[in-house]
């Protein structure tokens, strides 16, 4: 629903990552759910709902290879409580 899309909207997240499978700063969020890729650190990953709340709130944690020079605003818990991330629901729909 459109309703969940105004979190990316809203917080400018549209500035860093696209829709169409483009990457710009940042990864794009199409076909974002279920990813897996390698962090700068070395490690794996796999993007779930707990790698997007970690991402939303504290993006310098998990850089993914590639986007090594992004810088993210971080949103921590005190500005986005769990129940306003309900665009972690729309990403899962962005095939």
């Known amino acids: ?9 809203s917080n400018n ?10 990457p710009l700063v940042g990864p794009s969020f199409k076909g974002i ?3 897996e890729g390698k962090l700068i650190t ?3 990953y796999v993007v779930d709902a707990d790698y997007i709340r970690e991402s939303v709130r504290y993006p310098e944690r998990k850089k993914s290879v590639g986007f090594e020079n992004g ?3 971080p949103y921590p818990e ?4 769990d ?13």
């Open 78 to 81: 005190t500005s986005i409580p």
């Open 1 to 9: 629903p459109m309703e969940r899309a105004a979190y990316y909207y």
């Open 33 to 35: 759910w279920g990813r």
């Open 13 to 22: 997240c549209i500035a860093c990552h696209s829709l169409d499978g483009s």
């Open 71 to 73: 810088v993210m605003t």
């Open 83 to 95: 129940e306003d991330l309900d665009v972690i629901e729309w990403m899962k729909t962005l095939n």
């Open 42 to 44: 070395g490690e794996d």
